[in-house]
């Protein structure tokens, strides 16, 4: 597991490294490589990804038995955006692309587009 956090409740740190590597995986993560990239037994592994799907965190498919992102996760780090604005700086970007230019009313001429 990770080195970056030294105390703490164990059981918590170990299901949210399981968590932020299930969501570095774009086709979902087989257990038997989570926990052996987590170093921990499969039966560990098991029961702490259990749990994170009894809470809707993550969730198995079946059929490949990849483990993926649940909804709740989402839901918690969409939370994070409503403390944030990541619009606002998106608007500001043609302002200041018209006051870096102005005057200049083809400034792809300059450039020989």
Same mark, same amino acid.
């Not at 969501?23 to 490589?33: E, N, V």
């Given at each position: 597991m990770s080195e970056r956090q030294s105390s703490g409740v164990q059981s918590v740190q170990?299901?949210? /490294?399981?968590?932020?590597?299930? /969501?570095?995986?774009?086709? !979902? /993560?087989?257990?038997? %490589?989570?926990?052996? %990239? /987590? !170093?921990?037994a499969a039966s560990t592994v098991h029961r702490l990804l259990t749990t994170l799907e009894q809470s809707g965190f993550v969730h198995a498919d079946a059929a490949s038995g990849r483990w993926h992102v649940g909804q709740r996760a989402f839901a918690v780090g969409a939370a994070y955006t409503k403390q944030r604005s990541f619009v606002a700086p998106a608007f500001a970007l043609p302002e200041t692309a018209a006051r870096h230019h102005a005057g200049n009313r083809q400034p792809w001429r300059d450039r020989g587009w």
């Open positions: 170990r299901a949210m /490294a399981l968590l932020e590597r299930i /969501a570095a995986s774009s086709c !979902g /993560a087989r257990l038997t %490589d989570l926990a052996r %990239d /987590a !170093g921990l």
